[in-house]
């Protein structure tokens, strides 16, 4: 459903600088050199396929006739080592050949058309030549639908437009050009005058002039901050869809801060019995964590926050926590986790802890058999059931609680934004929305924190329990790598310890990031690294992967768990929240498939236990100096969840980072997380300000944005309603 206002906001990705292109002619005077790049316009005199082996098109200029091109002067030519005196040479040619081409290609070129080309110009034997150049105009006589007949001259600096499906470039940038002219004039400016005065903003229709029309005359910085999208223009469309962005978090956080909720009011005794039941002695930061929940909690707003905690921080007591606060108050609390494999673990963490405290707990995932779940739902809509521990399945409509008070997701970037709705709308008595707590260990750069998560409160578990120690961590190259990890395995087994072994998803097809890997043999399969780890006879070798039923999988993470196996060979199942204390070594086969913050938390599983050494060795058959293998080198040097975060960011996009759609993240276009860090806080400044000054917008200065902000909502609805 695109609109003229989309076509017009259809950004050029990049600009050519017409003005410089050379004539041929001029090619010899202006004194380029073998090599050297360089944008050229001539007059097509022959066009024709060689088929030779490499078949291919050759394409012969010469200057453009005398007057046919008044636009192009010797003044405009790269001075550089220009002979004095040289001037044009009517005998110029310039040969141009793209390799490989089709029969038919050279009626692209018809005689006496007018081309502008760029790309790498040879001088040899006395002839200029650019092989497979960039075509960026073709014009004038009888050049066909692909041309610039009908379009812009090419002249100017000329915008590139990024490919659209189906449609030519020429028509795009004529679409473009003629909806930017007309919007231009009335572009609604949703942004208020005085933050645009604050923030050195051009008017929205100057901007969309200046991007698909740029003056001829612009010159210098100007010109440069255009040539590098880096131009006010551009810095105003980025501004305005953050701006846009963070109001409406705001709005959001505000309506949602509105309703009421069920105020938890545990016995004063509540948090010491907590303390007297825990195996261990909380944290301070999970002491500080714990406070601000239970604040919440007491608070007839329902609370939505985002818990932030590197991998190992103790984020599950600190939600046992809130639940037990909620079940001591005599209402109830609901676990989330994304994987059946985790909410089994939740509940053996968690079931001796609720059982001594009194609270009645539960586990519902799809996998739980049909008569067994129909007591349970029982249970749960009676309220007798306190703490349920579940997947997806607790947001199946059937399943009606009695009162829940809190709402935990654990590990929220694989839950979508619908999905947090879902769950707020589980509040059951009365219309009170449950209190919100979603757990992460994904530390999340700021500049993410602001947009993915704008609408919630922070609270960061800023502080690891005691004991820990960060895993030794190596690259193992190729097969001699994977011996030595082997033998470490072997080492650490009858030291009585154990080993994590992840390969990659089992389904060819399924693995993250073809594209950023070099040379990376076949995806390691889990079975031949099972059977290659079993041969060895003193090590006892389980495997656990997503396709293994139920049942099967908790027999052998059991196993596992109770110290009868030496070593796992798993998928990512066990990438989150799984925690055996016993464990010291972590394999990552063809890591350099994974994420860096997803192989972070892999090595966090390990180490858990008092005094041992954890090792996480990070297997790859990727070349010792290529990207990838620099990639790897960044968790080498670093076990700073955050720092890693960022580079992960840096590298690979928040939409690899959390799975866009999943995170429900909302759709960026103009912005930019990395280039415009500094731009997204001064845009969440600007939000917080106007909505301090008219949290209605109902002033007259801000009717341009109300009505922005409602013609955004109306898209914004159409996402959520793809992203769920
Ligand atoms: P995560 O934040 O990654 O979810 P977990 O909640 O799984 O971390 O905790 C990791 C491990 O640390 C678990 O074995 C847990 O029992 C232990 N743990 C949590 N809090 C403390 C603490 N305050 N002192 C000692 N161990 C703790
Ligand atoms: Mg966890």
């Avoid at 290609?105 to 790309?119: D, H, I, K, N, Q």
């Avoid at 395995?489 to 080993?499: F, K, L």
Wanted: charged share 25%; glycine share 10%; aromatic share 4%.
């Amino acid at each position: 459903m695109a609109t003229v206002g989309d076509v017009a906001r259809l950004l050029p990705r990049g600009y050519d600088d017409l003005r410089r292109a050379v004539e041929v002619g001029w090619l010899e005077a202006a004194g380029l050199e073998d090599g050297g790049g360089v944008t050229a316009r001539g007059r097509v005199v022959r066009a024709r396929i060689v088929p030779v082996r490499r078949r291919f098109l050759e394409v012969v200029l010469e200057p453009p006739e005398e007057g046919a091109s008044p636009s192009m002067s010797p003044s405009t030519i790269p001075s550089s080592g220009a002979g004095a005196g040289a001037g044009r040479n009517v005998k110029e040619r310039l040969v141009l050949r793209w390799f490989h081409a089709r029969f038919g290609m050279e009626a692209r070129f018809p005689l006496g058309s007018s081309v502008v080309v760029a790309g790498k110009l040879r001088l040899a034997r006395g002839q200029a030549e650019m092989a497979n150049p960039e075509v960026i105009a073709v014009e004038g006589a009888g050049a066909g639908a692909a041309g610039e007949a009908a379009g812009k001259p090419a002249r100017g600096i000329r915008p590139r437009y990024p490919e659209v499906d189906g449609v030519a470039g020429a028509v795009v940038r004529k679409l473009a050009l003629a909806a930017a002219r007309k919007l231009a004039p009335r572009a609604r400016d949703g942004i208020p005058a005085a933050v645009a005065a604050r923030q050195g903003l051009p008017p929205a229709g100057d901007a969309l002039l200046l991007l698909h029309d740029p003056p001829e005359t612009l010159e210098g910085d100007a010109l440069a901050a255009l040539l590098g999208l880096a131009s006010p223009a551009h810095r105003r469309l980025a501004f305005e869809e953050l701006f846009y962005l963070q109001l409406g978090l705001l709005e959001r956080r505000a309506r949602a801060a509105a309703d009421p909720a069920p105020v938890c009011a545990p016995p004063a005794e509540a948090m010491s019995k907590l303390r007297a039941t825990l195996p261990f002695v909380l944290t301070g930061a999970q002491e500080a964590a714990i406070a601000e929940l239970a604040r919440d909690l007491a608070a007839p707003r329902p609370m939505q926050r985002l818990l932030q905690g590197d991998v190992g921080a103790g984020k599950t007591a600190v939600a046992f926590a809130g639940a037990h606060l909620a079940a001591a108050a005599g209402r109830q609390a609901a676990l989330m986790a994304p994987t059946e494999l985790l909410a089994e673990q939740h509940l053996a963490t968690l079931a001796p802890w609720a059982a001594a405290l009194g609270h009645r707990v539960t586990l519902l995932t799809a996998s739980t058999p049909r008569p067994v779940r129909e007591s349970q739902l029982a249970l749960i809509a009676a309220g007798v059931t306190r703490i349920v521990v579940g997947t997806h399945a607790l947001l199946a409509d059937r399943v009606a609680f009695h009162d829940l008070a809190l709402a935990i997701v654990d590990e929220q970037h694989r839950f979508g934004v619908a999905q947090r709705a879902r769950l707020r709308d589980k509040g059951g008595a009365g219309a009170a929305a449950p209190h919100l707590l979603v757990m992460t260990a994904t530390p999340i750069p700021r500049t993410l924190a602001l947009t993915a998560y704008g609408d919630l409160d922070l609270t960061i578990l800023g502080e690891l329990p005691p004991g820990r120690t960060p895993a030794r961590t190596h690259v193992a190259w190729g097969d001699a790598g994977r011996a030595k990890a082997d033998a470490l395995i072997a080492r650490e087994a009858r030291a009585g310890h154990q080993a994590f072994v992840v390969c990659p998803q089992i389904d060819p097809g399924q693995g993250p990031d073809d594209e950023l890997v070099e040379g990376a043999r076949t995806r390691a399969h889990v079975g031949a690294t099972h059977a290659r780890l079993a041969r060895n006879p003193d090590l006892r070798v389980g495997l656990v992967h997503g396709r293994l039923p139920a049942n099967e999988r908790e027999d052998v993470m059991g196993r596992f768990s109770r110290g009868e196996l030496d070593v796992l060979v798993a998928t990512t199942v066990i990438e989150v929240g799984v925690d055996i204390p016993r464990a010291t070594v972590m394999v990552v086969e063809d890591a350099e498939r994974f994420g860096l913050s997803q192989l972070h938390q892999l090595r966090g599983r390990v180490g858990r236990g008092q005094g041992q050494t954890p090792y996480c060795i990070l297997c790859t058959s990727v070349g010792a100096s290529s990207p990838a293998a620099d990639r790897l080198r960044v968790l080498v040097g670093s076990s700073d969840g955050f720092a890693i975060a960022e580079a992960d960011l840096a590298i690979r996009g928040p939409g690899e980072l959390f799975g866009t759609r999943q995170a429900g993240l909302p759709r960026i276009l103009y912005g930019d997380l990395q280039r415009h860090a500094e731009l997204i806080v001064e845009a969440r400044r600007e939000a917080e300000r106007v909505r301090a000054e008219d949290p209605t917008l109902s002033q007259p200065a801000h009717a341009g944005l109300a009505a922005a902000m409602a013609e955004r909502a109306a898209k914004v609805k159409l996402y959520a309603e793809e992203a769920g």
